[in-house]
């Protein structure tokens, strides 16, 4: 049975609002010239999902207030044809979204700065 508060929190997103900040988001990205890592394989694995897709996801469980990393998941899943920079490609694992969170030190309580560095708090309220 799934988390009552991630699921009330998830369903109050509204598409459009996703599509908006995705749009947002990937401008300031491409405005500031933020670095894409590539990962070729040779030390450690391959980038299958780009550091902006995890840092976007981070944003929306911000703004939905999830508490959890499975929480984190679902609505990663819930959203992944809004999200997706490619309809072939599937929705990242939950083990291996954790592990690219806690990379760019997001955890559910603790959200990574830069996100708040980026959205005014009533964005996200």
Known sequence: MPNKTSTTSVSTLNPQWVKQVKREF????RVTK???PQRNGTRGSTFNYPEWLVMLIAILAVKCKVKTYQGIHRLAVQYWNILTPDANLKPISESQLRDRLKKIRHSPRRPAAFIFQIFPAEVLA
């Open 26 to 29: 990937r401008e300031f990205l």
């Open 34 to 36: 933020f670095p894409e």
